[in-house]
């Protein structure tokens, strides 16, 4: 019997969430004036969260690193946000869109928490129209739908390609009014380092002050995560270079479960490695696969002479050119889950069809479209995507097409959480991509920005309730003590200890370092042995860090090295872990992706006999071995098959 | 196509240890760049060196690096963002100079942005100016179907114009005024040409109106400098949007 309780409600899946909420308890108005709730993160689901929660009546204090909530990385998501609205009359329905995420996430996410997803989804679409968000419109003042990959209707709702953007400034909208009324205080520029529990309940923070770096104490009823995912733990991602996953960590280290730490999403159209000294990846749009044809050349000697600059993608016909998605999967086509998409990029370039110097890029050619839509309709659709691509890459998609190649883009493991978004630890909730419910193995397009906002407008505002009605005698935290001293002093001294290595090498080598370590072993193939030999460099790595490690300037002062130490310090423990979960899950399952477990034609074979559980780790300690724990997941609606979008 | 490589250019920037020190210029050179190399894969790589030469690295303000956040501030060479158009400072890449050249790099000189470090500004002046009505009134819950209120296309696309602002301080960094003008009517024109904007026009127009002129920005003279500036494009119509529904709502008064 597992320790772990996931609180799913029983009933039927249609019904669980309505016969939840019924259920649960709920806050007085002149109760919630009482109670304090801090909430760190100000994406979608940190800033949704916590613009909801003031709303209620809770007094909330939001933190974020940035200097302003506007900026959270929730604001470079491009392409859309699903919705089960059905608008389209394609046969779309709440069912359908849970079907497509739970089968999407390769059925390694929790049925009812899907559903509730979907069940709620339209409620979102609706918010944001009120928020005054500009979706886009049709002719008739409608709003318009687009495809996405792994779905076979039309469900995602749009802002151009800047639609995260715009969500984003509609919740930072809503949050921005509390803060006028009062009800939130936001403090940015302030980075959590720790959490503080009392008698095994969450009471608050330990944040730094990234301005003045000097280390204070917050206090609380309940803490929220919003903190994001760890994709930085390669180094190279689509994430901000500030991204990091410390807040949850330090979660981790103090008690709460952290689950599937090894689904992680590599994007398939992100613009290719350039040189050395590249410091991030940029995403292109999945949505421009609604568009674009994948391909590569037909024969090794085309690729040859495209590598060598001698021929352009233009001077190959039609019949040399290899549409291997449409080939392998004619049903989906250039439609498929982006899993799929990007492993089937990395088997062209490593069989040597790469089209790029590095061998390491296909194209994504607009071509067709333009002569089908014209090209006035591809640049209002895709107009800032490709001009953000002329400008990093200094070619024009109009007339030749994109080089695309896989780059990690999203953790759909995290800390995990109950049917109430609730951690293993008492009163600790995470929320948005923090979390790792909803999305399995892999996430599909435009099912992020859903996640984040259906968590923090509509899901929980209510389950935080539950909790808090149980609090409603507990005074003001004060922190002053004991528990809040012990954990600022232990910050004091990481700081410290970080600070005073002195050794000759900085942060960002070691994160470069980390990062190799994770894409060449951890990355979009792994086997057993790869693992092994990743668990053992990633060691040695953190010795290196702890003897050699250089952090310039003050402690007491603007900082960015010390910033990144404490992160790279936090995302080589988790580079450890998220290895040895892969290693651990000996299937290969969505964006995980064991060569020991596939089919004689190189598709990913699931095996659900033994691995059909959620797997949520504990920590030890920092030399010793966390412990597994298991949340078997049961599919009482939907029935599991291989996955297939041939 | 392979970039050339810059084997060695000066990097002259603006550093102060705080809010309160004396500033001054250092010029730094930096050797073997890729023009297909970010700006700021440039600053990296010379704050790497002056870690490892023993000195304080450069204080920049950057997340993203795909131009959305709006986190980054540099006025490079004398101008927001740099030498080319439509593009932010982590947009903008080593292509736009050449072999040799002495790269200026100050922060946002607005008054209203005071410097925290080296290159690193201050912009809650921009946080203040939305909380003062930069939203639609409504709580999460209890809203109509999307759909039950149909906006033409026109109208849509135009809101998207103005919403596309991502609050990185261009504008007013370019203004000779210090004005905050295009950032202040990014918000309001967006709701103007939106029906649920409506409901608050003429307070939103005021309020945020009156917030930005006590946060000590400057008045609007219509050089139009800061639509150059904007690496969205916004365009200075939007000024004439908020300048009538400013007046609008002080004429109902």
Known sequence: ????????????????????????????????????????????????????????????????????????????????????????????????????????????????????????SPNIIDQCVAQGVPFAREYGGLLSNRSFGGVLVSRTFYARGQTGQQLLLGAYSALNRQIAEGGVKMYTRHEMVDLVTIDGKARGIIARDMVTGEVKRFGAHAVVIASGGYGNVFFLSTNAMGCNASASWVCYKKGAFFANPCFVQIHPTCIPVHGSQQSKLTLMSESLRNDGRVWTPKKMEDAEKLRKGLIGPNDLKDEDRDFYLERRYPSYGNLVPRDVASRAAKERCDAGYGVNSEGKAVYLDFKYAIERLGKGTIEKRYGNLFQMYEKITDADPYKEPMQIYPAIHYTMGGTWVDYNLMTTIPGLYAIGEANFS??????????????????????????????????????????????????????????????????????????????????????????????????KEIQELRVEFYKDLLVPGELKNVNPELEKAGRVADFIELGELLARDALNRNESCGGHFREESSTEEGEAKRDDANFAYVAAWEFKGVDAEPALHKEDLVFETIHLTQRSYK | MADKILNKIYVKVWRQNNATAKGRFETYTVENVSQGTSFLEMMDILNDE??????????????????????????????AHGPDTQVTTCQLHMRKFHEGQTITVEPWRVGAFPVIKDVMVDRTAFEKIQQAGGFVSVNTGGVPDGNTLPISQDDAEEAMDAAACIGCGACAATCKNSSAMLFLAAKVSQFAKLPQGQVEAKRRAKAMYAKMDELGFGGCTNTGACELACPKSISIAHIARLNREYLKAKLAD
């Open chain 1, 1 to 120: 019997m597992s320790i772990l309780n996931s609180k799913i409600p029983e009933g039927p899946i249609a019904e669980k969430w309505s016969n939840h909420k019924a259920g649960i308890k709920v806050v007085s108005p002149a109760n919630k004036r009482k109670l304090e709730v801090i909430v760190v993160g100000t994406g979608l689901a940190g800033a949704s969260a916590a613009a909801s929660l003031s709303e209620l009546g809770y007094n909330v204090k939001a933190f974020c690193y940035q200097d302003s909530p506007r900026r959270a990385h929730s604001i470079a998501a491009q392409g859309g946000i699903n919705a089960a609205k059905n608008y389209q009359n394609d046969n779309d329905s709440v069912y359908r869109l849970f079907y497509d995420t739970v089968k999407g996430g390769d059925y390694r996410s929790r049925e009812a928490n899907v559903h509730r997803l979907a069940e709620v």
């Open chain 1, 438 to 535: 909803d999305h399995g193995a892999n996430r599909l397009g435009a099912s992020a920005l859903m996640q984040g906002l259906a968590d923090g407008y509509f899901v929980l505002p209510y389950t935080i309730g539950d909790y808090l009605a149980g609090e409603i005698m507990i005074p003001k935290i004060d922190t002053n003590l004991p528990e809040f001293i012990e954990a600022e002093k232990g910050v004091l001294n990481k700081l410290d200890q970080l600070f005073n290595i002195k050794g000759k090498t900085p942060v960002d080598h070691f994160h470069k370092k980390l990062g190799q370590i994770m894409w060449d072993n951890v990355g979009m193939a792994r086997n057993a042995e790869g693992l092994t030999k990743a668990i």
């Open chain 2, 50 to 79: 002056l870690i490892l030469g023993g000195k304080d690295p450069i204080a920049f303000d950057h997340d993203c690096r795909e131009g959305i956040c709006g986190m980054c501030s540099l006025y490079i060479n004398g101008h």
